[in-house]
């Protein structure tokens, strides 16, 4: 067995980037990484199982891209540059070609962000990758999910809903742009750094709208009203949905890797600005409140008794 996969750590070191901050890479005992005096490292990491995160069926090429983006994700929600990652790999079998695809996806995203594969390990088990990743950005700038303030404004980027939506195209042998939204989400990564100036708190949104927010009201001690009638809804999800089914998705369904983020009034024309710099829609959605908890506005009132059945809904 070692000698088959001392053949595939080949795949691994082949396309790493290299990157001023990265001393040594792959090939030792451990990887050595510089970090400048003025700059804090932020570090995350993300675990894929196949079957829970991505089902069985899904390409290897999809599956390495998502495996990176939901790590680069949570760079982008800190507002961190990302720079390194490591990728701890379980293969039932030493398949090559598998192998390939997976890295090829992998590699295409980390090139697009500059991201330097440092090291790993590679096991035998069932199907399952962890990718750590660390940052980097000026001491003291990390934009945390604790500081929410009365009065801001609750913006998002991209749309939301869609990724939902593609399971559900998914699971009926359809593919198309819902389907690549679930297994080839884009990560807000030019988004996050240039949000971080403006912006007093921001997450990723992986398990769904109201989910999140809610990590966000609770870390800030402060409550918040959402606006539904304003969520951003591509065209794809509303030609998919009946009655209220997008804005459903839209307030619950995980897996879109957009932004939330809340900012004071004053900075909302520098986000705007800020944000088409780099070709990312922003929506504002709802501000937050000094009471707990989350309120809908602008909708039915049908609608939200609907919505009490959600798992989400009963977090908030
Ligand atoms: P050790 O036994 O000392 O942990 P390994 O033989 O597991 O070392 O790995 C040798 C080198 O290959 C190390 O630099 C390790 O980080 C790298 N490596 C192993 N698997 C992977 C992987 N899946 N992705 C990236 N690098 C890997
Ligand atoms: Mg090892």
Redesign the pocket.
Known sequence: MAGE??L??G???RD?IPRSEVEL???????IIRIADDREMVVSVDTLIQDVHFPADATADSVGHKALAVNLSDMAAMGAEPVWA????ALPAPDEDWLAAFMSGFNDLAKEHGVS??????TRGPLS?SVQIGGQLPKGTAVRRSGAKPGDLIGVTGTLGDAAAGLDLHRQGISNHLTDRLHRPTPRVQAGLALRPWTNAMIDLSDGLISDLNHILEASSVGAELDVSALPLSPELTAHCVDNGAIKLALSGGDDYELCFTASEGNRASIEQALSVCETTVTWIGRIGEGAGLRLSGAQGSLLESLRGYDHFHEA
């Open positions: 996969f001392d595939i750590r795949h691994f070191a790493a890479g792959i090939g030792d005992d451990a990887a490591t990728l701890a790999i594969l440092v090291g790993g390990d590679t990758m």
